[in-house]
C-alpha cells in the first residue's frame, strides 16, 4: 500500500526555524514533493527531491533520505505569512501520479 | 501561473441533480489531473488524463467520470451528485520534472 505520514498541526514563532517530517511508505519511489496551501488557497509548488540530500531555495530547504524513506522541510527566518498547511507527497513506481500526505498546519506567532 | 482556470468557482447543488465542473489551461499541457481535497483526507486523486480522449481512474473515482476532447479542457461530472461529494474539487497539470500545478479550485456544496 502507499502511505505518507506528517504530523497534523506545528506551531514556530517569527525569526525561528522550523523542520516539518515527511516519512513514506510507497510502492516504489521515483521523487518527493513539498506543496505550500495557505487557507482557502490552491497548493502551490514549493520543492522536489530525487536524490538523498538537501536542496536550498532562499528560505526553504527540503531534505531527503531514500534509504530511510523520510524527508523534511526547514523553513528559516519565520514570517507570519508562513503560516500555511504543507504537503508532502510522493511520486511511486513510474507513473505519473502522485501520492499526498494530509498535511501539516504551521502557525506562525509574533 | 500554469494558466489554468476552474469553472464555476462556487457552486450550490441539490442530491441527485448531475453537476460538471471545467478545468481549462492555456499551455498545451498533456497531463491534467482532478483531486478532491477533504479535511482529514488531504488531496485524492478522482481521474486524471494523459491526452485528447485518454482517461484513468484515481483512488476515488467512484461517482465521477471525465472527458477530454480538445487538449485544453478537462471536465469532471458527477453524474448524481450526493452530499458525500462535497468538497473543494482541484484540477491541475504535470510540469516538466512530474511536479504539478493546480488551478485555484472549485468550492462545491451538495444539499
Known amino acids: 500500500g502507499q502511505n505518507i505520514d506528517q504530523p497534523t498541526e506545528m506551531t514556530a514563532t517569527e525569526g525561528a526555524i522550523v523542520q516539518i517530517n515527511c516519512t513514506y511508505q510507497t510502492s516504489g519511489f521515483n521523487g518527493l514533493f513539498w506543496y505550500q496551501q495557505h487557507a482557502g488557497e490552491a497548493p502551490t509548488f514549493l520543492s522536489y527531491n530525487v536524490l538523498d540530500g538537501l536542496e536550498e531555495k532562499g528560505r526553504f530547504s527540503s531534505f531527503l533520505s531514500r534509504s530511510k524513506g523520510y524527508s523534511y522541510l526547514l523553513l528559516k527566518e519565520l514570517q507570519m505569512k508562513d503560516s500555511a498547511s504543507y504537503l508532502c507527497?510522493?511520486?511511486?513506481?513510474?507513473?505519473?501520479?502522485?501520492?499526498f500526505g494530509t498535511g501539516t498546519r504551521l502557525q506562525v506567532f509574533p | 501561473d500554469a494558466g489554468i482556470t476552474q469553472s464555476p468557482r462556487h457552486k450550490v447543488t441539490e442530491t441527485g441533480t448531475p453537476v460538471t465542473l471545467r478545468c481549462h489551461q492555456t499551455e498545451n499541457h498533456r497531463y491534467m489531473y482532478w483531486y478532491r481535497q477533504d479535511p482529514g483526507h488531504g488531496l485524492r486523486l478522482i481521474h486524471y488524463s494523459y491526452g485528447v480522449k485518454d482517461t484513468d481512474k484515481g483512488e476515488v473515482s467512484d461517482g465521477y467520470s471525465v472527458s477530454r476532447s480538445k487538449t485544453e479542457d478537462f471536465l469532471l461530472t458527477l453524474e448524481s451528485a450526493t452530499s458525500s461529494q462535497t468538497s473543494v474539487y482541484f484540477c491541475?497539470?504535470?510540469?516538466?520534472?512530474?511536479?504539478?500545478?493546480f488551478g485555484p479550485g472549485t468550492r462545491l456544496t451538495v444539499t
Open positions: 491541475a497539470i504535470k510540469g516538466h520534472t512530474y511536479e504539478q500545478y
Open positions: 507527497a510522493v511520486r511511486p513506481d513510474n507513473t505519473d501520479k502522485l501520492i
